[in-house]
């Protein structure tokens, strides 16, 4: 099992810029989770998906769009990139059983510039 | 959302106990408590869950007490291994939309 993977590990855009994030987990989860994390902060949620066909807003869900495309896969899309974006995005995902808890993935560090 | 207050930073020496204390004054009755620890550049790892009580794995202990407003992570012997941020969460286990609040988490230095 590989777990959650995340793609790319690491990005550099100007701004103005679009690209998506990818993410993907092989535990078979029906919950998948977007979080942005900026130095010395928390995580801050993006976007989840509690089941396949679901998608909903968090915290933080400005310049930011989501596709569940199926079970395995949670992408996270800027369309047009700003430097306030510049951060780590770690996706998580969760079998969605009661007390169950989040898995993530290793981030994909983003610079925008 | 139930919110947490945790230290933002703590120093320890190896082979001491650290016990990390978290305030959740407002907490609901389908709450559980979840802890994770975080090292640079990778993603958070979950550490251990409790509802109430006290919880222990192979990793740490989780002390609750009865009203449930705080609870303590307890790390036996730390290494210079443990140096991470730990994360305190409350959120409900059955609410599978649930936005867990990931704080600023508080910040271990093991020193040797």
């Given at each position: 099992n590989a777990g959650v993977t995340q793609t790319p590990k690491f990005q550099v855009l100007k701004t103005g810029q679009s690209m998506t994030l990818q993410c993907a987990q092989d535990?078979?989860?029906n919950s998948m989770y977007w979080y942005r994390q900026d130095p010395g902060m928390g995580l801050r949620l993006i976007y989840y998906s509690a089941s396949e066909g679901t998608t909903d807003k968090g915290e933080v869900p400005n310049g930011y769009n989501v596709s569940r495309?199926?079970?395995?896969e949670f992408s996270l899309r800027l369309e047009s990139a700003a430097p306030s974006q510049t951060s780590v995005y770690f996706c998580a995902s969760r079998p969605?059983?009661?007390?169950e808890t989040q898995y993530f993935g290793p981030g994909t560090r983003l610079l925008v510039l | 959302l139930a919110k947490t207050t945790q230290p933002i930073s703590m120093d320890s020496y190896e082979g001491q106990e650290v016990n990390i204390t978290c305030s959740h004054n407002n907490i609901a009755t389908n709450d559980y408590i979840t802890w994770y620890q975080q090292f640079p550049s990778q993603g958070p790892r979950f550490i251990i869950q409790g509802y109430k009580t006290k919880v222990t794995n192979e990793v740490a202990s989780l002390f609750i007490p009865a009203d449930r407003k705080s609870s303590t992570l307890s790390l036996p012997r730390v290494s210079l291994s443990d140096t991470a941020v730990y994360y305190c969460l409350v959120g409900d286990?059955?609410?599978?939309g649930q936005n867990f609040v990931f704080g600023p988490g508080t910040r271990l230095s093991v020193l040797p």
């Amino acid at each position: 099992n590989a777990g959650v993977t995340q793609t790319p590990k690491f990005q550099v855009l100007k701004t103005g810029q679009s690209m998506t994030l990818q993410c993907a987990q092989d535990m078979n989860h029906n919950s998948m989770y977007w979080y942005r994390q900026d130095p010395g902060m928390g995580l801050r949620l993006i976007y989840y998906s509690a089941s396949e066909g679901t998608t909903d807003k968090g915290e933080v869900p400005n310049g930011y769009n989501v596709s569940r495309l199926n079970k395995r896969e949670f992408s996270l899309r800027l369309e047009s990139a700003a430097p306030s974006q510049t951060s780590v995005y770690f996706c998580a995902s969760r079998p969605g059983a009661a007390g169950e808890t989040q898995y993530f993935g290793p981030g994909t560090r983003l610079l925008v510039l | 959302l139930a919110k947490t207050t945790q230290p933002i930073s703590m120093d320890s020496y190896e082979g001491q106990e650290v016990n990390i204390t978290c305030s959740h004054n407002n907490i609901a009755t389908n709450d559980y408590i979840t802890w994770y620890q975080q090292f640079p550049s990778q993603g958070p790892r979950f550490i251990i869950q409790g509802y109430k009580t006290k919880v222990t794995n192979e990793v740490a202990s989780l002390f609750i007490p009865a009203d449930r407003k705080s609870s303590t992570l307890s790390l036996p012997r730390v290494s210079l291994s443990d140096t991470a941020v730990y994360y305190c969460l409350v959120g409900d286990m059955w609410d599978y939309g649930q936005n867990f609040v990931f704080g600023p988490g508080t910040r271990l230095s093991v020193l040797p």
